[in-house]
Structures are given as C-alpha cells and as structure tokens.
C-alpha cells in the first residue's frame, strides 16, 4: 500500500516541478519577446468597452476603500494626538552622569549641555563640579580643572565667592562636573538638551542609550526639566542605593 | 466603679496619646522642612557687593508655526508636484521641484520629520495610547498616501528628499531585470516589518537609527553610517535609486495604494505606437513591455498552476511564522527592557567582569529586580505574537510574489508599472506621440 502512494505521488511532484520549470521559462520568454500588435484593432470590439467600465468601478471601490481605510487609521491616531510638538528633554533627577550624552548624540559636540541653575548654587570656593577631588591649590590652572575642554569658567566675586558660568559653545555634555557638583554640593550644575541646538530627531539616539531611561518627550511649550530649590525628592531619587 | 476608672484611664490614655500622635507629626514635619532645606548644602550667600546673579538661559524650542509650515509646504509640493507629473508632463519641472524638496525637507529641515520615519510614530500611537504622535507626523504619514491613491507615486518623484538626492546621482542606471528586481524587492517587506514590530513593542525606531541620508543632510554622522550612505550614492549611479526601491518601508505602502491610484502617468499621452523608444528609459525598470500570447497557455497549465499557488502560498505563509517566531528572543534582544533583565540574570556566573552602567543606573534606581522580569517577559511575551504575525506576512509576501512569477499577465502598450513607477517622468520624454495625435498608424 505504502509502496503504491509513493508510485502515485512521485510522478505528481515531478508534475509539479516541471510545472514551475515551465512557468519561470514561460514569463522570461513571454516579457523578453515584443509581439507588435496594431493597437487600434482590438479597440472597436464592444467587449472591451464592457471590461474597462468593470475595471473602472472596481477601481474606483477600491478607492474609496482604501481612503476609508487611511481615514480610520488617522482617526485612531488622531484621537490621541496633541496639536504642538514634542521635543525630547531629560530629567536630572533620574539621570547618573554616565557620560553617554557627550558620545551618543548624532550631533558634535553633543545637542546636551552643562547647564546652571544659578538660584542654587552655593558659590563655593571649593567647587566640587570645577576642581578635580585631588586638587591642592584652588586655582583655574588646566590640571586642576575637572572639566576636559575648560568650559567651566570661575570669576571671583567677593570674598569667599565665586561664580561658575558655563561656555556651551566649549561644554561637551560630558556630565562630569555635574557629577561633581552633585556628589559635594548643591546640584545646580545639571544636565539639559538645549533646545537652540537639538535637531529634534525622531527617536533621540541618546534616549536610547540612556542607561537610567532619563529621557522622554516633552511638550515644546515647557522644554526643558531643570532641577529648582527645594525639589528635595529629587536629590534622594538621586543618590545612588547600593 | 473599676468600669468607670477603666474608662476613665483610658480616656486618659487617649489624651497622652492623641499629644504623643500630634508631637510625633510635628516632628517629622519639621524634619521634612530642614529636608526641603538640606538640598541647599551650601545656602546661597548675601551679597555685599551688589553681584546681580544671571539668569538660567532657557532656549525655546522650535516655533510650532514653524511645524505647521512644514506641512504646508508638504502640501504645495505635493500638490505641485503631482500637477507637474500628470497635468503637465514636464520632466525639467520635476527635477526642479525635487531640488527645491531637497534643499527644503533635506537640507534646511536636516530629513527629520520624514514620512519614512512617520511610519513608525504612527504604528507606536495605534499600539500605546500613552504615546501622542504630533498632527504634523500624523499628517507628514497621511498625506502623501492620499496624494498617491489620486496622482500615482508623486511623492516619490520630487517631494521625498532621500529619492531627490539620489535621483540626482543616477547617471549610468543599469537594468537589473525582471527576476533580481524581484527578488531585492522582497527587502522592502522585511524592513517594514520588522521596524512595525519594535515600534508596536517600543523598543526602537528602525528606520531612523538607520536611515542612511540624514547624516548627509546634517554633515555629520558615524563613519558606519556614511560609509552606508556613500555606497549608496556610488551605487545609485549604476542602480538608480537603490534605497527608494530596494529599502524603503514606506515605498511598500505608496506602491500597493499607487496601484488603485485614479490617474497614474502615462508613458504616451494618446495612444502607444509600439515604436519602442521608451523601452530602455525607465532607470527603474518600471515599464512593463507589452506580452501578447500567440499561443496561450492550455487549460490544464493554467489549473496546474492555480492549485500549485493555491497551495504554496498557505505553505509559506505558515513557514514564515512558525521559522520567524523560533527567533523571537533574538529579535526581542533590540529591546532595553530585555537586555537589562538578560544582564541582571547573568552576572552570577561572571564575577570578575565589571558591571555595566546599565546595571549600576538600575541599581541606584531602587526598582526591584522582579519589576524588570516581569516587564521583560511581558516584552518577550509581545515578541512571541508579533514575530508570528510578521513571519507570516513576510511568508505570504514570498508566495504571492512567486505567484506573480508564475502567471503572464497579458497587454499590448508599453505601461508603467503602477506599482514600483515613480513618477519620474523621464519615459515621457521619449515618447513621439503628442497630445492631440490620435489614429496614428502602428510601426
């Protein structure tokens, strides 16, 4: 019995491969060759006037079909939307200075940068976002600076005082004085995508690197997610738990 | 009597314990208070000098009249555009238009917001109802698939800028024929699907991490990528357009509405003299030639094939998804959630290496770690379904083009194909007929 479905099926399958043979040679001869036809001699028929209208309602079903189609899918879509833009920001609060800002944004220098809430600060001598831990004269000389390209400036002011203003044009959004500031100070030195320079990519490429999930849209109307005084849950969010 | 004083104590119990509750709250909110004022480790000090502190620079975003404009000007472009392709027939025209596209949408709006790219808020907006996709996005999504059910591929033609700028590089195109076209043209499909699949589970925007141009666009990018880009462009010299017909997601879903589409370009503006000069135009190798059968094919062939279609394209189709969805962890490994959860179960096993910063920004969080599986296994969970539905699309994709293989579709004018014709316009310029030339003898 086996034996006698194998007999049968055998010959089937041969059938069917030699079908697809003949297929594929078929259509490469069939749109290789240029049979020329006078093109006003099958117009005349009756016939044809007959098809083109069927084809011509069709097409016209499909049409409407499909525009209904596209209109349900915006409907859906546009039950949720909002009128303004989004842009993406991140929030200090969650964000752990991994330095990532600095490499992962398709612009250089990076679209974050350094930015200073200056109601904070505590206008220390002793920054703990300009000078690097070890440092043993608190002067502006470069090794003792944290930050790698200087964008940090101190300016005396008066006596145990000095202001810290940051040069975006120089700052790299690497965090690293951030961390500083955060770890010794107040915090006000805080990390921010500033708006003047972000292309507002469709998926921001650091939002997707971002180890702490930082990242997320915001309305342009309220860009940005600065850290203010007194925002103390913030700062225990911040410190890392081990 | 020991009822009253029971009572009686106890009242006063109450009392004691009523100021204890009240001491207690003032306390803790006290402590609250210096808490609110700790965050200040170093307080502000009082200037003597008359020191003026500086405000904090916040620069505003983008003007959102500027985001309406945008898609204004998308639709005088496509509008324009798709005047200059069917009413007029004008090639200069479209080329001129697609310059200005592409020093518009390209250069000046750096290729961001793109219809490509809109494929993919859109699909998130359907699948997460917390996620608002703009009007704009939704409206750079729509628009050019309406305009394409009425005109054809008219976006394509000029408005798009990644196919302006690759239209301008395509010198010597080559053709590929029928059986290459179709099978590069099968890359498209998997592309849609797939940035479908990690947009509808939210773990990435596809199309835009790889989106080759938008680092030409800015003059910056990785070196990965414009490497990829500069292969491209070279190669779009020889293969015109290679990503607009080889890549494109949205090139999918223009191409199946352009074939329903109401008045599609014509390669001859009255009737076709079979003269053969549009045959070797098409850069894209959109021009179906004319196949008329001397012999037709035999009934019995023509049932063969029916039941062989019939029969391979279910086949596939369950092939895809079952194949696709043995995958699904791997597929699911592009998704942050998983990853993380994937790295936390490991490091017992791994000691010595160093923690990834994921690992440590997780452990500063305070989350607990069952949060994390919980919510990868809900992902994976999401995978499992998805890379079924994909891997059957993507089977049934296969068959049908193989069915399309296998039947001959009979005409006797040379047609641009209305799915994969651009709308270029390049064909019409090669075509002798003039508006008006009717009864014109056949060659």
Not at chain 1, 25 to 30: G, L, N, R
Not at chain 1, 43 to 68: Q, T
Request: glycine share 8%; charged share 15%.
């Amino acid at each position: 019995m086996k034996a006698r479905g194998a007999i049968r099926t055998f010959p089937a399958a041969i059938a069917i491969i030699r079908t697809i043979a003949n297929c594929l040679k078929q259509t490469s001869s069939a749109s290789a060759k240029q049979v020329r036809i006078n093109p006003l001699q099958k117009m005349e028929e009756p016939e044809n006037n007959h098809k083109i209208n069927r084809r011509k309602f069709l097409g016209a079903g499909v049409r409407a079909s499909v525009l209904l189609g596209l209109g349900g899918v915006a409907a859906l879509v546009l039950k949720q939307s909002v009128a303004g833009n989004l842009v993406w920001q991140l929030d200090p609060a969650k964000c752990v200075q991994c330095g990532r800002c600095a490499t992962s944004c398709v612009l250089t220098p990076s679209a974050v940068k350094c930015v200073h809430v200056y109601a904070m600060c505590g206008y220390c001598d002793l920054c703990g976002g300009y000078f690097k831990p070890e440092t043993k004269t608190l002067t502006t000389a470069a090794e003792n600076q944290l930050c790698p390209t200087s964008a940090l400036k101190r300016k005396f002011i008066e006596d145990p005082f000095f202001e810290y203003t940051v040069d975006e044009p120089l700052c790299i959004g690497c965090g690293k004085c951030v961390k500083g500031c955060g770890a010794f100070g107040n915090g006000s030195l805080q990390l921010q995508v500033r708006h003047n320079r972000c292309v507002n990519c469709n998926q921001c490429s650091i939002a997707r690197n971002c180890p702490a999930d930082a990242y997320s849209r915001v309305p342009a109307s309220k860009p940005y997610l600065l850290r203010q005084v007194g925002d103390e849950k913030n700062l225990t969010a911040k410190t890392p738990r081990r | 009597m020991i009822g009253f004083t029971h009572f009686a104590s106890s009242r006063l119990h109450g009392k004691k314990s009523k100021r204890i509750v009240f001491l207690c709250l003032m306390l803790f909110f006290s402590i609250q208070f210096l808490d609110a004022l700790a965050v200040q480790r170093f307080p502000k000090p009082e200037f003597e000098s008359g020191y003026v502190q500086p405000e904090t620079m916040q620069p505003a975003a983008r003007a959102e009249m500027l985001q309406i404009a945008d898609v204004i000007v998308l639709v005088i472009m496509l509008s324009v555009i798709s005047w200059l392709v069917v009413k007029k027939r004008s090639r200069l025209g479209v080329f001129a238009a697609s310059v200005v596209s592409l020093a518009y949408f390209g250069f000046y709006r750096q290729g961001c917001i793109c219809s490509i790219g809109a494929i993919q808020n859109v699909t998130l907006a359907l699948f997460n109802s917390s996620y608002p996709a703009p009007l704009a996005v939704i409206g750079f999504f729509i628009l050019p698939l309406i305009f394409t059910l009425f005109f054809g591929r008219t976006f394509c033609a000029g408005v798009c800028p990644f196919g302006a700028i690759q239209d301008l590089v395509a010198f010597k195109p080559q053709k590929l024929g029928t059986r290459l076209n179709a099978v590069l043209g099968l890359i498209p499909y998997i592309y849609l699907g797939l940035a479908i699949l990690y947009a509808a589970t939210g773990s990435d925007f596809i199309i835009c991490r790889y989106d080759p141009f938008v680092g030409i666009f800015r003059f910056n990018a990785s070196f990965a990528m414009f490497i990829f880009a500069g292969t491209l462009l070279v190669s779009g010299i020889f293969i015109a357009r290679p990503y607009c017909r080889f890549l494109c997601p949205y090139g999918v879903l223009l191409n199946w509405i352009s074939r329903f589409s109401w008045k599609h370009i014509t390669i001859t503006p009255s009737t076709c003299i079979q003269c053969r000069l549009c045959e070797d135009s098409c850069p894209y190798d959109a021009i179906d030639l004319p196949v008329t059968g001397t012999n037709p094919e035999s009934r019995g062939t023509t049932i063969r094939k029916l039941i062989l279609i019939s029969l391979l394209v279910p086949f596939f189709t369950v092939l895809g998804g079952w194949t696709l969805s043995t995958v699904h962890e791997t597929l699911a490994s592009v998704n942050g959630k998983v990853r993380l959860a994937k790295t936390l179960v490991e490091p017992a096993s791994s000691v010595n290496q160093t923690e990834t910063i994921e690992v440590t920004a997780f452990k500063s969080s305070g989350k607990p770690v069952a949060q994390v599986y919980a919510e990868a296994s809900r992902v994976l969970k999401q995978f499992y379904t998805g890379s079924w539905i994909l891997g059957c699309f993507l089977g049934l994709v296969f068959g049908i083009t193989l069915a399309y293989r296998m039947v001959t579709k009979y005409q006797k004018d040379y047609l641009p194909n209305k799915g994969t014709c651009l709308s270029c316009t390049r064909c019409v310029d090669y075509c002798p007929v003039r508006m008006g030339d009717d009864n014109l003898p056949a060659i």
